[in-house]
């Protein structure tokens, strides 16, 4: 039960976060008005044009890499502390869940009254961890060159 817990907690934990970013606490508005206050000390002469791309950006980075993060809790708990460092199932795992718990996740969003549920946000959420996968497969790779 300890090592269930040690491997599975943190991703559960991540999840819960994630499903707090997408409450209305963090609606645009909110994460606006803040990120405003940011972008007009470092650039006082920014336009609002330019503050709603960065928003923007800022926003989908948010996204890619809170399920970049989630994807590899979530490869270590299914790894499980098993010697072997790379098993494609185990990132294969990682992504279904992660593809699942975005489309759960826009979904919750459509119960929230700032915020909109978004396809294309799972798509992006999904990208995110699917990089974070490969990236990690490269670096196994390479270290195990290196042996």
């Given at each position: 039960m300890g090592?269930?817990?040690?491997?599975?907690?943190p991703p559960i934990i991540w999840m819960s976060v994630i499903f707090l970013f997408s409450t209305d606490l963090f609606s645009g508005d909110n994460t606006g008005s803040l990120l405003w206050k940011v972008?007009?000390?470092?650039?006082?002469?920014?336009?609002?044009?330019l503050f709603d791309s960065i928003?923007?950006?800022?926003?989908?980075?948010?996204?890619l890499t809170e399920y970049a993060v989630l994807a590899l809790l979530l490869f270590r708990a299914f790894r499980s502390g098993s010697q072997e460092r790379w098993r494609p199932r185990w990132a294969l795992s990682?992504?279904?869940?992660i593809?699942?718990?975005?489309?759960?996740?826009?979904y919750h969003q459509t119960f929230t009254?700032?915020?909109?549920a978004s396809i294309?946000?799972?798509?992006?959420?999904t990208s995110?961890?699917?990089?974070?996968?490969?990236?990690?497969?490269?670096?196994?790779?390479?270290?195990e060159r290196k042996r």
């Open positions: 090592d269930l817990l040690k491997y599975w907690a972008v007009s000390f470092i650039y006082p002469g920014a336009t609002r044009e928003h923007f950006y800022v926003r989908k980075a948010g996204h990682s992504l279904l869940v593809f699942l718990y975005a489309l759960l996740d826009e009254r700032h915020r909109t294309y946000d799972s798509l992006i959420d995110g961890a699917a990089a974070a996968l490969i990236l990690l497969c490269l670096f196994r790779l390479k270290s």
